[in-house]
């Protein structure tokens, strides 16, 4: 596609469940990156995906977090049994490998919200 | 660890003058890069201007301009002629050079442009 496509836009749901985001990078683009903005806040870097692997799943806050990345494409971030403090807006990037400018481009994000 | 530090949570300023954000930044690395990106209520981050550490020249990019200051680890940016859509959350981001780095990025600032 033309851009990072994220789904779905908006997610509320009940403390306790799973959920499940999506993730389309740009066509290409083998890096592919998993961020979190809670309210009013920065940006938290979670994992970060090189084609299928992910050489640094670092930020990643709990046990309760997993993510996987299928041919070398779309990623799905996964939070178990979520609690409140999970809510946040989840931002996806990616990037061309070894690229020469640095640049990540983003999805227009999943907003989180656990009741 | 690299940190990324933006002290002013929120800026104004006033249709068609020129403000400046501020970012400072700590790293042992002698090539880098560092970014500007907006973030409109759309959510999405765009990339405003770049910079490579190794880059003695600052960037600009017609409104935008930085300037950078590698010894003092300062990346501030500056927009000249604001406009009403300039208003937005703008976040310093650094990342490593080589391969497809992780961004590090700040905590943000609020501008808002006043007619």
């Known amino acids: 596609g033309a851009g990072v496509s994220q789904s779905p836009s908006n997610k509320v749901t009940e403390k306790g469940k799973d959920v499940e985001l999506r993730c389309d990078p740009i066509?290409?683009?083998?890096?592919l990156y998993w961020y979190r903005q809670r309210l009013g806040q920065g940006l938290e870097f979670l994992i970060y995906?090189?084609?299928?692997?992910?050489?640094?799943k670092s930020g990643l806050p709990s046990d309760r977090f997993s993510a996987e990345r299928t041919g070398e494409s779309v990623s799905t971030l996964t939070i178990q049994r979520t609690q409140q403090e999970d809510s946040a807006v989840y931002l996806c990037?990616?990037?061309?490998?070894?690229?020469?400018?640095?640049?990540?481009?983003f999805g227009e994000g999943s907003r989180l919200t656990v009741l | 660890a690299q940190t990324v530090t933006q002290s002013q949570p929120e800026m104004s300023v006033q249709e068609a003058e020129t403000v400046t954000l501020s970012c400072t930044y700590d790293?042992?690395?002698?090539?880098?890069?560092l970014f500007w990106y907006k973030q409109p209520p759309s959510r999405q981050m765009i990339l405003v201007i770049r910079?490579?550490?190794?880059?003695?020249q600052n960037a600009t990019e017609n409104r935008f301009s930085v300037n950078f200051q590698k010894a003092a680890k300062s990346f501030s940016l500056k927009i000249s002629d604001s406009q009403l859509g300039d208003a937005a959350m703008y976040f310093c981001?650094?990342?490593?050079?080589?391969?497809?780095?992780?961004?590090?990025f700040g905590k943000g600032t609020k501008l808002t442009v006043n007619p």
């Open positions: 995906f090189q084609g299928n692997s992910a050489p640094d």
């Open positions: 790293t042992s690395e002698s090539d880098y890069y």
């Open positions: 066509s290409g683009h083998t890096a």
């Open positions: 910079q490579e550490a190794y880059k003695q």
């Open positions: 981001a650094y990342s490593r050079q080589g391969g497809s780095e992780k961004l590090v």
């Open positions: 990037a990616s990037s061309l490998y070894r690229t020469n400018t640095g640049e990540l481009f």
